[in-house]
């Protein structure tokens, strides 16, 4: 059997959609360089990409409150995600700048004539078997979403995450240093890079 990590409230949920996010980001690089060493490295790749969409569509869901169903979690819900009743003007500028980066990554929708969200664009390429994925190349901007979107995610934790600080050891990328420091307690914590 397989689990994902344990929530023990709905907050835990946004961050680990914010840490499965920033893992897809960081992981992308190294997946699109292996990609033609083998099919199995293509495969990789390939999740990478789907993870990062979506991941980063729920977590726009959750920013510009896109609840279609009665139990999916909106920021402009704080209740249900909190626990408790948090003022408007704490998170509305995390509102107003998700919806500038959900139209900002959107693009024409042939179908329709008109511009469709980045989240619309995700539900249409990813989300369903449609007709779309051989009908239409689609290319994604996943740095330039993730910039975007990234700061958005600071501030969040910043502000509604509770700080502690942990020590997890883990093969740096770049510097290959063994340890690194985290100011935030998270669901999910990076591996070793695949070498």
Not at 18 to 43: P, Q, W
Not at 100 to 129: M, P, W
């Amino acid at each position: 059997m397989h689990e994902r990590s344990i929530k023990n409230k709905p907050l835990d949920t946004i961050l680990y959609e914010i840490d499965m996010l920033r893992h897809c980001a960081h992981a992308l690089a190294t997946k699109k360089n292996r990609a033609g060493e083998s099919e199995f490295h293509r495969a990789e790749y390939y999740l990478c990409i789907e993870g990062f969409l979506l991941h980063f569509r729920n977590l726009i869901a959750f920013f510009i409150s896109q609840q279609d169903e009665s139990h999916d979690l909106g920021i402009n819900d704080p209740v249900r995600w909190a626990g408790s009743t948090i003022e408007q003007r704490r998170y509305s500028d995390l509102m107003k700048q998700a919806r500038e980066v959900n139209a900002k990554h959107g693009t024409q929708d042939f179908d329709r004539g008109k511009d469709s969200t980045c989240y619309d664009q995700i539900s249409k390429f990813l989300q369903h078997c449609t007709s779309y994925r051989h009908e239409r190349a689609k290319e994604w901007d996943l740095d330039g979403m993730f910039g975007d979107l990234d700061s958005i995610l600071k501030n969040f934790t910043d502000r509604f995450a509770s700080p502690v600080v942990k020590v997890m050891p883990f093969l740096g990328r770049e510097s290959n240093s063994t340890a690194t420091l985290s100011t935030t307690e998270r669901l999910f914590f990076p591996h070793e890079e695949d070498s």
